[in-house]
């Protein structure tokens, strides 16, 4: 256990979860901010369509300037502009609630737009452009990683991931219900943001290929922080790695493989873009949850993928191929979506379980066989322009869950089931088409 803490990987785990447990605080109780400050399910759609429609554009520059100038300063830069973010959030709750505009349409619902919600929008902009951490922490990964231990680390990133959304929306719930409300949960999210600052400059090493670790960065010369040093370790065939990573998205997708990847990453997100968008508005408006009720809904299910990213995907890995896993999970997501539809609480918590046991099984198994694709000079752009996948999926899924929950509630997650249905006939096509699908041992 101490040599694990002590271990290359576990600075970018806890960054990981830092980075999520300051994100997760907030998602149970932003639909109860949006309405409380005059939105509605469609405002709570579209303002939570900013953070990926901003983090579509930025993801990619931070992706490839990882590969250039490292991924510990761009971290730092995505961890510096969340900070920023949350302090705006903040100030939304010390300003004056004064209406700007209102509508009410069939289409929109109606919704009293306050200058309160103006500055929340501003932040969750702010945060989506400079939110490359995902991306660049994947990135990280795989440069420390090697075919035998790829799909074991990304297992743990996952459980990282997982274990900050066991602990933010708990704490969230608990922390709301006092007297300062939705303010502390974030008072602490920023808190958190901060802190992870710190552990990036002085606990995380570089892993680019020949970018020297800087150690502590310093940030009062914007100049120095963007100089780059190099060692001196030009081997055969470096010059042709180093154009490939220059050459754009057109030349990432010629890399063998990536472009299925990049449409099973879409539709995942899309696919969980309309569960996040539903659920909020399904928890406050007809099951009559309370903060507390969704916080512990997510936190169960967030410690059951800790549990299947753990030590269930760690032994399959070995035993079964990342895309048969990935198939797997596709299918029990699916089935999970079907059950969301439901009222009774028994079912509920049953969707929840196929949820955590699906998304555990897949996402990881996915990121893990996204990794081993390009080398390691092209995996920051490789990463970022599949985040930009996933963000272009959010927005569209976030606008079209809040829009679509308005007209047909909870037939939403019926329309995700199919998102994952079409999932499993990509994998499998791709598979036939590289006469794999007979292959079941690891990856």
């Known amino acids: 256990m101490i040599a694990f803490f002590k271990s290359r990987i576990f600075p970018i785990l806890l960054v990981n979860f830092i980075g999520i447990l300051g994100y997760s605080l907030v998602i149970p109780i932003l639909i109860f901010i949006v309405t409380d400050f005059g939105g509605n399910g469609f405002i709570y759609g579209i303002l939570g369509a900013m953070y990926p429609f901003f983090q579509f554009i930025g993801a990619p520059i931070l992706g490839k300037l990882s590969d250039r100038i490292g991924r510990k300063k761009v971290l730092m830069i995505s961890q510096m502009g969340t900070f920023v973010a949350w302090t705006l959030f903040l100030i939304a709750f010390a300003i004056p609630e004064i209406p700007l505009w209102s509508q009410t349409t069939d289409l929109t619902g109606n919704y009293i737009m306050t200058l309160p919600l103006v500055v929340i929008f501003l932040a969750r902009i702010f945060d989506g452009f400079t939110g490359g951490n995902i991306s660049v922490a994947n990135a990280y990964m795989s440069d420390i990683s090697t075919d035998e231990d790829r799909s074991k680390n990304f297992g743990r990133m996952g459980a990282s991931t997982s274990l900050g959304f066991v602990l933010g929306p708990a704490f969230a719930g608990i922390l709301a219900s006092t007297l300062l409300g939705e303010v502390l949960p974030l008072l ?229 089931a199919f998102v994952f249905i079409i999932i499993v006939f990509v994998m499998i096509f791709t598979q036939f088409q590289k006469g794999e699908i007979k292959k079941l041992q690891p990856a």
């Open 188 to 416: 602490l999210a920023a808190l958190i943001s901060l802190i992870a600052i710190f552990v990036i400059n002085f606990r995380l090493e570089e892993s680019v290929p020949c970018v020297v670790d800087t150690k502590g960065v310093s940030l009062r010369n914007v100049r120095r922080f963007f100089q780059v040093e190099h060692k001196d370790c030009y081997t055969e065939g470096h010059e042709d790695i180093q154009g490939e990573s220059s050459k754009g998205f057109k030349r990432i997708l010629k890399i063998d493989g990536v472009k299925p990847l990049y449409l099973v990453y879409f539709l995942t997100f899309f696919g969980f873009s309309l569960f996040y968008a539903g659920l909020p508005i399904y928890a406050n408006a007809l099951l009559r949850w309370s903060a507390i009720d969704l916080g512990i809904f997510l936190a169960y299910s967030s410690l059951l993928m800790i549990l299947v990213q753990g030590p269930l995907l760690g032994s399959l890995s070995k035993k079964i191929n990342s895309r048969v896993l990935i198939v797997l999970g596709a299918i029990i997501l699916s089935s999970s979506f079907f059950l969301l539809s439901t009222t009774n609480i028994i079912l509920l918590y049953l969707a929840n379980t196929l949820l955590s046991l699906g998304n555990g099984l897949m996402w990881p198994s996915f990121l893990a066989l996204l990794s081993s694709l390009g080398s390691k000079n092209t995996q920051g752009a490789i990463q970022g322009y599949g985040t930009s996948m996933g963000s272009i999926a959010s927005m569209l899924g976030l606008i079209a869950g809040g829009m679509l929950f308005e007209r047909i509630t909870t037939m939403v997650f019926t329309f995700g």
